[in-house]
């Protein structure tokens, strides 16, 4: 049987542009745009249209140009935002509204000041308005993963009676554990009427590095959308990583889900994304950053060049990267001098092997990382290239 496909909603433009300093200008958000429909997002949240005239712009601008994903714009339950939202994305292949308000009590009582049942009223007034001007209306409730289960299934059960298509359910603050976010999402799917017809909606935080591992154990649970940015970037310390979550599920074929993710396109939309937004991938970062396929331990590098699965469980090529990488340091070994020797044209014999290796660990003493450039010097004058 088919893998079950998880929809794929992107918000870098979005939640990804709140990180200070990654504000894109009009143009800089169309390149993002198109290099999001190329990658095979089934979503992307495009902007907060009533924020600001140039947001509202950027957005109405994406819509007319984006075909084959869903253009999303934010909104507040608020009929203005919601008007200004449906005016930008109407010229849009796919539009959808977002529209939400937060339902933790921390929300209720402290940021909105109200009573439970006045947040029903207004989801619901909410989701109601924004149906008559668009199909595909989602739902959020913020803070969703410090709500209480009971009252967050009141209101999900009115929203979806009042039309909503996806309900979205945000560990807004990053504070949840994976197997109490899935639970919660078990508990949506087994006490809120309706909710089998529409789409449930991850949308995690990394505060405590776990918004990967929360949207996974979302979508085990019942989830059949995940919300995420290139990279990972986003308010904080971020948003689940697009590229993280996608190969999670790609490679662990007994989740027996996937998405309509084009991988090989990874590597270079996060590139984009980080030149764009000014916004540096750290070299540790799984899948896309610049060590993810670069080995230096000698254990390591024997092992992977003798058979790349030995210490990869993901082809680089899979993602967009050319190859593995052989760094050489003072760890390395000889099968990796060898190795690189090779690579770059020189027959090396055991004996003389020997004698450059040790050659090769005072460059590395010194030098930290031993290069090509340096490779040659160690070499040239001892060993004929080959032809």
């Known amino acids: 049987m088919p893998n079950k496909r998880i929809q794929i909603f992107d918000t870098t433009l979005r939640d990804g542009e709140q990180v200070p300093g990654c504000q894109l200008n009009t143009d800089e958000k169309i390149e993002v745009a198109r290099a999001l429909e190329a990658l095979g997002v089934d979503v992307m949240e495009v902007g907060f249209p009533i924020s600001s005239p140039g947001d509202f712009k950027s957005v109405e601008k994406i819509a007319g140009i984006i075909q084959n994903s869903t253009v999303c714009a934010l909104s507040r339950a608020v009929e203005k935002d919601i008007e200004v939202a ?7 292949a796919r539009p959808r509204i977002h529209t939400g308000i937060g339902t933790s009590d921390s929300h209720v009582f402290n940021k909105l000041k109200t009573t439970r049942e006045d947040v029903i009223e207004r989801g ?6 924004a149906k008559r001007f668009v199909e595909d209306v989602e ?4 803070d969703a993963g410090r709500t209480e289960n009971e009252f967050l299934a009141r209101i999900l059960e009115k929203v979806i009676a ?3 298509t996806v309900v979205n359910i945000p560990d807004t603050t990053g504070y949840c554990l994976p197997w109490d976010y899935g639970a919660k999402i078990r508990y949506l799917k087994e006490n809120v009427k309706g909710i089998d017809d529409v789409t449930i909606s991850t949308h995690c935080h990394n505060d405590l590095g776990l918004a990967s591992a929360n949207s996974i154990a979302g979508v085990v649970h019942g989830a059949t959308q995940i919300e995420c940015t290139i990279n990972g970037i986003g308010e904080r310390a971020g948003n689940a990583s697009l590229e993280e979550v996608v ?7 007994g989740l027996d889900f996937d998405t309509g993710i084009n991988t090989k396109c990874l590597k270079s939309v996060s590139e984009l994304v980080s030149s764009k937004m000014r916004m540096p991938v750290q070299p540790n970062k799984a899948i896309v950053g610049a060590n993810a396929f670069a080995h230096s331990s000698g254990i390591h590098q024997d092992g992977v060049i003798k058979s790349r699965e030995t210490y990869e469980i993901i082809d680089p090529l899979d993602v967009g990267v050319g190859e593995s990488s052989i760094v050489l340091t003072a760890r390395s070994g000889r099968a990796a001098l060898k190795f690189r020797a090779e690579r770059l044209g020189f027959s090396v014999g055991k004996e003389e092997l020997e004698d450059r290796y040790q050659e090769f660990l005072g460059v590395a003493d010194r030098k930290k ?3 090509d450039q340096d490779l040659i010097q160690i070499f040239s004058h001892r060993a004929r290239k080959t032809a």
Not at 86 to 92: D, G, L, V
Not at 139 to 142: L, P, S, T, V
Not at 247 to 253: A, D
């Open 247 to 253: 190969m999670i599920m790609r490679t662990q074929k």
């Open 162 to 164: 009042a039309g909503a």
């Open 139 to 142: 739902f959020y409730a913020e």
């Open 369 to 371: 990382v031993v290069e």
């Open 86 to 92: 449906a005016e930008a994305i109407r010229n849009a």
């Open 124 to 129: 619901v007034a909410a989701v109601k308005f």
